[in-house]
Protein backbone atom coordinates (compact mmCIF):
# COMPACT_ATOMS: atom_id res chain seq x y z
CA UNK A 1 0.00 0.00 0.00
CA UNK A 2 1.13 3.85 -0.28
CA UNK A 3 2.16 4.93 2.73
CA UNK A 4 -0.10 8.54 2.70
CA UNK A 5 1.27 9.32 6.56
CA UNK A 6 2.18 12.98 7.34
CA UNK A 7 5.75 12.76 6.55
CA UNK A 8 8.40 14.43 8.84
CA UNK A 9 11.07 17.30 7.45
CA UNK A 10 12.96 15.96 5.05
CA UNK A 11 16.73 17.34 4.12
CA UNK A 12 16.64 19.45 0.83
CA UNK A 13 16.07 18.32 -2.54
CA UNK A 14 17.78 15.80 -5.06
CA UNK A 15 20.08 17.36 -7.45
CA UNK A 16 19.43 14.87 -9.80
CA UNK A 17 15.80 16.11 -10.36
CA UNK A 18 16.45 19.90 -9.96
CA UNK A 19 16.61 22.46 -12.85
CA UNK A 20 19.88 23.05 -14.34
CA UNK A 21 19.84 27.18 -15.14
CA UNK A 22 20.80 27.47 -19.04
CA UNK A 23 20.85 31.06 -18.62
CA UNK A 24 22.60 32.46 -21.19
CA UNK A 25 20.10 33.39 -23.96
CA UNK A 26 17.09 34.10 -21.29
CA UNK A 27 15.93 37.50 -20.68
CA UNK A 28 13.64 36.90 -18.13
CA UNK A 29 12.98 39.66 -15.63
CA UNK A 30 11.78 39.62 -11.79
CA UNK A 31 9.19 41.31 -9.97
CA UNK A 32 9.94 40.61 -6.40
CA UNK A 33 13.71 41.07 -6.58
CA UNK A 34 12.74 45.20 -5.56
CA UNK A 35 12.05 45.40 -2.08
CA UNK A 36 9.42 47.36 -2.63
CA UNK A 37 7.75 44.49 -4.51
CA UNK A 38 4.04 43.59 -3.42
CA UNK A 39 5.00 39.91 -3.19
CA UNK A 40 8.01 40.23 -1.71
CA UNK A 41 6.97 39.31 1.47
CA UNK A 42 5.20 35.95 0.78
CA UNK A 43 5.75 35.49 -2.98
CA UNK A 44 3.66 32.98 -4.67
CA UNK A 45 5.46 29.82 -5.86
CA UNK A 46 5.05 31.12 -9.62
CA UNK A 47 4.66 34.17 -11.23
CA UNK A 48 4.62 34.80 -14.66
CA UNK A 49 3.88 37.74 -16.98
CA UNK A 50 4.05 38.40 -20.89
CA UNK A 51 6.17 35.11 -20.89
CA UNK A 52 7.04 33.98 -24.01
CA UNK A 53 9.56 30.59 -25.20
CA UNK A 54 10.66 30.30 -28.43
CA UNK A 55 11.93 27.12 -29.37
CA UNK A 56 13.77 26.15 -32.55
CA UNK A 57 11.76 28.85 -35.30
CA UNK A 58 8.49 28.89 -33.50
CA UNK A 59 7.38 30.61 -30.52
CA UNK A 60 5.73 27.53 -28.38
CA UNK A 61 4.66 29.84 -25.49
CA UNK A 62 3.50 32.89 -26.58
CA UNK A 63 2.43 36.28 -23.91
CA UNK A 64 1.26 33.82 -20.60
CA UNK A 65 0.30 35.72 -17.90
CA UNK A 66 -0.96 33.45 -14.77
CA UNK A 67 0.30 32.78 -10.92
CA UNK A 68 -0.03 29.48 -9.37
CA UNK A 69 -0.37 29.94 -4.94
CA UNK A 70 1.50 27.81 -3.00
CA UNK A 71 0.34 24.60 -0.43
CA UNK A 72 -1.95 24.02 -3.60
CA UNK A 73 -2.09 21.49 -5.98
CA UNK A 74 -2.21 23.22 -9.68
CA UNK A 75 -2.96 21.34 -12.48
CA UNK A 76 -1.28 22.11 -16.36
CA UNK A 77 -3.52 20.49 -18.50
CA UNK A 78 -3.36 20.55 -22.80
CA UNK A 79 -2.96 18.54 -25.45
CA UNK A 80 -0.25 16.82 -26.60
CA UNK A 81 2.07 19.81 -28.24
CA UNK A 82 0.51 22.65 -26.72
CA UNK A 83 3.47 23.36 -24.35
CA UNK A 84 3.26 22.47 -20.62
CA UNK A 85 6.76 20.53 -20.82
CA UNK A 86 8.58 23.28 -22.16
CA UNK A 87 6.38 25.77 -19.41
CA UNK A 88 7.70 23.42 -16.51
CA UNK A 89 11.57 23.85 -18.26
CA UNK A 90 10.79 27.45 -18.04
CA UNK A 91 9.93 27.10 -14.07
CA UNK A 92 12.51 25.04 -13.05
CA UNK A 93 15.23 26.84 -14.82
CA UNK A 94 16.31 24.67 -17.75
CA UNK A 95 14.73 26.24 -20.92
CA UNK A 96 16.86 28.37 -23.21
CA UNK A 97 14.88 31.49 -25.05
CA UNK A 98 12.86 32.87 -22.17
CA UNK A 99 11.65 36.25 -22.43
CA UNK A 100 9.06 37.94 -19.99
CA UNK A 101 8.49 37.66 -16.23
CA UNK A 102 9.02 34.41 -14.66
CA UNK A 103 9.58 34.40 -10.38
CA UNK A 104 9.49 31.78 -8.69
CA UNK A 105 9.41 31.16 -4.82
CA UNK A 106 9.93 35.09 -5.18
CA UNK A 107 13.69 34.73 -7.54
CA UNK A 108 13.65 34.78 -11.41
CA UNK A 109 13.72 31.45 -12.94
CA UNK A 110 17.04 29.38 -12.89
CA UNK A 111 18.55 31.07 -10.04
CA UNK A 112 20.89 29.57 -8.03
CA UNK A 113 19.04 29.58 -4.75
CA UNK A 114 15.94 28.01 -5.95
CA UNK A 115 18.06 24.93 -6.89
CA UNK A 116 17.43 22.95 -3.57
CA UNK A 117 13.80 24.21 -2.91
CA UNK A 118 12.65 22.73 -6.39
CA UNK A 119 11.96 19.14 -7.07
CA UNK A 120 11.38 18.12 -10.90
CA UNK A 121 10.25 15.20 -12.13
CA UNK A 122 10.77 14.52 -16.34
CA UNK A 123 8.71 13.24 -18.12
CA UNK A 124 11.57 10.50 -19.35
CA UNK A 125 12.30 8.61 -15.75
CA UNK A 126 16.03 9.70 -14.29
CA UNK A 127 17.05 6.66 -13.16
CA UNK A 128 20.11 4.37 -13.76
CA UNK A 129 19.13 0.94 -15.18
CA UNK A 130 22.29 -0.82 -13.47
CA UNK A 131 21.04 -0.23 -10.07
CA UNK A 132 18.16 -1.27 -8.44
CA UNK A 133 15.51 1.00 -6.95
CA UNK A 134 17.29 1.55 -3.32
CA UNK A 135 20.35 1.87 -5.03
CA UNK A 136 19.32 4.62 -6.74
CA UNK A 137 17.80 6.11 -4.02
CA UNK A 138 21.19 5.58 -1.58
CA UNK A 139 22.75 7.45 -4.57
CA UNK A 140 20.58 10.71 -4.80
CA UNK A 141 20.13 10.30 -1.05
CA UNK A 142 24.11 10.89 -0.56
CA UNK A 143 24.08 13.68 -2.57
CA UNK A 144 21.76 15.40 -0.62
CA UNK A 145 22.35 14.40 2.33
CA UNK A 146 26.28 13.28 2.76
CA UNK A 147 28.45 12.17 5.66
CA UNK A 148 28.72 9.54 7.41
CA UNK A 149 27.11 11.00 10.63
CA UNK A 150 23.62 11.14 7.76
CA UNK A 151 23.38 7.34 7.51
CA UNK A 152 20.92 6.51 9.49
CA UNK A 153 18.29 9.15 8.48
CA UNK A 154 19.45 8.89 4.68
CA UNK A 155 18.49 5.47 5.59
CA UNK A 156 14.82 6.32 6.82
CA UNK A 157 14.86 8.69 4.45
CA UNK A 158 15.04 6.07 1.39
CA UNK A 159 12.80 3.33 2.70
CA UNK A 160 9.96 6.41 3.56
CA UNK A 161 10.27 7.42 0.27
CA UNK A 162 10.14 3.52 -1.27
CA UNK A 163 7.16 3.72 0.48
CA UNK A 164 5.57 6.99 -0.96
CA UNK A 165 5.73 5.54 -4.06
CA UNK A 166 4.54 1.93 -3.28
CA UNK A 167 7.59 0.47 -4.47
CA UNK A 168 8.42 -1.55 -1.33
CA UNK A 169 8.03 -4.69 -2.45
CA UNK A 170 10.46 -4.25 -5.88
CA UNK A 171 12.72 -1.92 -3.78
CA UNK A 172 15.76 -4.63 -4.72
CA UNK A 173 14.43 -5.01 -8.50
CA UNK A 174 17.17 -3.62 -10.99
CA UNK A 175 15.63 0.00 -12.30
CA UNK A 176 16.06 -1.31 -16.06
CA UNK A 177 14.04 -4.50 -14.99
CA UNK A 178 11.07 -2.22 -13.95
CA UNK A 179 7.88 -1.10 -16.24
CA UNK A 180 7.56 2.26 -17.37
CA UNK A 181 5.35 3.02 -14.55
CA UNK A 182 7.53 1.81 -12.20
CA UNK A 183 10.73 3.58 -13.76
CA UNK A 184 8.36 7.10 -13.28
CA UNK A 185 7.83 6.26 -9.75
CA UNK A 186 11.57 5.41 -9.16
CA UNK A 187 12.00 9.06 -10.25
CA UNK A 188 9.14 10.42 -7.92
CA UNK A 189 10.76 9.10 -5.25
CA UNK A 190 14.39 10.60 -5.60
CA UNK A 191 12.23 14.28 -5.47
CA UNK A 192 10.20 13.58 -2.54
CA UNK A 193 13.90 12.53 -0.30
CA UNK A 194 13.89 16.31 -0.07
CA UNK A 195 11.62 18.78 1.28
CA UNK A 196 10.91 20.75 -1.77
CA UNK A 197 8.51 23.71 -1.83
CA UNK A 198 7.78 23.44 -5.00
CA UNK A 199 7.31 19.86 -6.56
CA UNK A 200 7.27 20.00 -10.43
CA UNK A 201 5.83 17.09 -12.08
CA UNK A 202 5.23 16.33 -15.84
CA UNK A 203 2.94 13.82 -16.79
CA UNK A 204 3.29 11.59 -13.39
CA UNK A 205 0.64 9.60 -14.08
CA UNK A 206 1.15 8.34 -17.77
CA UNK A 207 0.88 5.03 -18.27
CA UNK A 208 -0.22 4.11 -14.86
CA UNK A 209 -3.14 1.86 -13.80
CA UNK A 210 -6.57 3.35 -12.43
CA UNK A 211 -5.42 2.52 -8.60
CA UNK A 212 -2.27 3.31 -8.57
CA UNK A 213 -3.68 6.98 -10.59
CA UNK A 214 -5.89 7.15 -7.57
CA UNK A 215 -3.21 6.38 -4.93
CA UNK A 216 -0.56 8.96 -6.44
CA UNK A 217 -3.34 11.93 -6.30
CA UNK A 218 -3.73 11.20 -2.76
CA UNK A 219 -0.04 10.73 -1.83
CA UNK A 220 -0.01 14.35 -3.99
CA UNK A 221 -2.76 15.64 -1.55
CA UNK A 222 -0.17 14.61 1.56
CA UNK A 223 2.12 16.21 0.10
CA UNK A 224 0.23 19.68 -0.41
CA UNK A 225 -1.34 19.25 3.01
CA UNK A 226 1.18 17.54 5.13
CA UNK A 227 4.43 19.88 4.64
CA UNK A 228 2.70 23.34 2.77
CA UNK A 229 4.16 22.09 -0.39
CA UNK A 230 3.03 23.35 -3.89
CA UNK A 231 2.44 21.02 -6.72
CA UNK A 232 2.58 21.99 -10.04
CA UNK A 233 0.83 19.03 -12.15
CA UNK A 234 1.06 18.45 -15.63
CA UNK A 235 -1.57 16.27 -17.77
CA UNK A 236 -3.51 15.46 -20.76
CA UNK A 237 -5.95 13.69 -19.13
CA UNK A 238 -8.78 16.07 -18.43
CA UNK A 239 -9.94 13.58 -15.19
CA UNK A 240 -7.41 14.82 -13.37
CA UNK A 241 -8.37 18.09 -13.60
CA UNK A 242 -11.10 17.56 -10.98
CA UNK A 243 -8.63 15.96 -8.39
CA UNK A 244 -6.44 20.08 -8.47
CA UNK A 245 -7.21 23.00 -6.39
CA UNK A 246 -6.55 25.02 -9.39
CA UNK A 247 -5.75 24.80 -13.35
CA UNK A 248 -4.04 26.59 -15.88
CA UNK A 249 -5.78 25.27 -19.45
CA UNK A 250 -3.35 25.47 -22.35
CA UNK A 251 -3.48 25.06 -25.88
CA UNK A 252 -1.14 25.85 -28.94
CA UNK A 253 0.74 27.78 -26.66
CA UNK A 254 -1.45 29.94 -25.18
CA UNK A 255 -3.17 30.26 -21.96
CA UNK A 256 -7.13 29.38 -22.12
CA UNK A 257 -7.73 29.50 -18.92
CA UNK A 258 -6.29 29.99 -14.68
CA UNK A 259 -9.03 29.71 -12.26
CA UNK A 260 -10.73 26.60 -9.93
CA UNK A 261 -12.21 24.09 -11.53
CA UNK A 262 -15.29 24.70 -9.82
CA UNK A 263 -15.04 27.56 -11.15
CA UNK A 264 -14.61 27.10 -14.26
CA UNK A 265 -17.26 24.63 -14.85
CA UNK A 266 -19.66 27.63 -13.46
CA UNK A 267 -18.71 29.84 -16.05
CA UNK A 268 -18.81 27.30 -18.77
CA UNK A 269 -22.24 26.00 -18.09
CA UNK A 270 -20.28 22.92 -18.14
CA UNK A 271 -20.67 19.61 -15.81
CA UNK A 272 -17.13 18.55 -16.57
CA UNK A 273 -13.81 20.22 -16.96
CA UNK A 274 -13.34 18.24 -20.30
CA UNK A 275 -16.35 20.12 -21.72
CA UNK A 276 -15.49 23.29 -19.87
CA UNK A 277 -12.15 23.22 -22.16
CA UNK A 278 -13.80 22.57 -25.18
CA UNK A 279 -16.13 25.57 -24.47
CA UNK A 280 -13.28 27.28 -24.23
CA UNK A 281 -11.40 26.25 -27.15
CA UNK A 282 -15.01 27.28 -29.41
CA UNK A 283 -14.61 30.80 -27.58
CA UNK A 284 -11.23 31.34 -28.10
CA UNK A 285 -11.57 30.06 -31.71
CA UNK A 286 -14.73 32.60 -32.10
CA UNK A 287 -12.94 35.50 -30.96
CA UNK A 288 -9.67 34.88 -33.62
CA UNK A 289 -12.16 34.53 -36.28
CA UNK A 290 -14.05 37.78 -35.11
CA UNK A 291 -10.40 39.66 -34.61
CA UNK A 292 -9.69 38.00 -38.62
CA UNK A 293 -12.74 39.43 -40.14
CA UNK A 294 -12.47 43.17 -38.53
CA UNK A 295 -8.60 43.68 -39.78
N1 LIG B 1 13.71 20.55 -28.92
C1 LIG B 1 12.71 21.18 -29.56
N2 LIG B 1 12.96 22.00 -30.60
C2 LIG B 1 11.98 22.65 -31.25
N3 LIG B 1 10.68 22.54 -30.90
C3 LIG B 1 10.39 21.74 -29.87
C4 LIG B 1 11.37 21.02 -29.16
N4 LIG B 1 10.76 20.31 -28.17
C5 LIG B 1 9.45 20.57 -28.29
N5 LIG B 1 9.23 21.42 -29.30
C6 LIG B 1 7.92 21.95 -29.73
O1 LIG B 1 7.41 22.75 -28.69
C7 LIG B 1 6.00 22.59 -28.58
C8 LIG B 1 5.64 22.30 -27.13
O2 LIG B 1 6.20 21.06 -26.77
P1 LIG B 1 6.02 20.48 -25.29
O3 LIG B 1 6.88 19.26 -25.18
O4 LIG B 1 6.26 21.58 -24.34
O5 LIG B 1 4.48 20.11 -25.31
P2 LIG B 1 3.64 19.25 -24.24
O6 LIG B 1 2.36 19.97 -24.05
O7 LIG B 1 4.46 19.00 -23.03
O8 LIG B 1 3.40 17.90 -25.04
P3 LIG B 1 3.20 16.40 -24.46
O9 LIG B 1 1.91 16.40 -23.66
O10 LIG B 1 3.08 15.59 -25.73
O11 LIG B 1 4.40 16.08 -23.66
C9 LIG B 1 5.61 21.47 -29.55
O12 LIG B 1 5.00 22.04 -30.66
C10 LIG B 1 6.91 20.83 -29.91
O13 LIG B 1 6.89 20.39 -31.24
Redesign the pocket.
Known sequence: MMNNAPDPPRPGTPTGTTGTPTGTTNTVTSTTTEPTATHTKNPPAVHAEDLTVT??P?K??RNLAFTVPRGQITGLL????????????AIVGTQAKVTGTLDVLGHPAGHPTLRTRIGYVT?APSVYDDLTVRQNLDYFAAILDPGRPAADRRHDNVTRAIADVDLTTHADALAGNLSGGQRSRVSLAVALLGTPELLVL??PTVGLDPVLRRDLWTLFHDIAASRGATLLV?S?VMDEAERCHRLLL?RE?ELLADDTPEALRTRTGADTVEEAFLHLVDEAKAAARTKETTR
Open positions: RGRVLGPSGCGKSTLMRQDESHMG
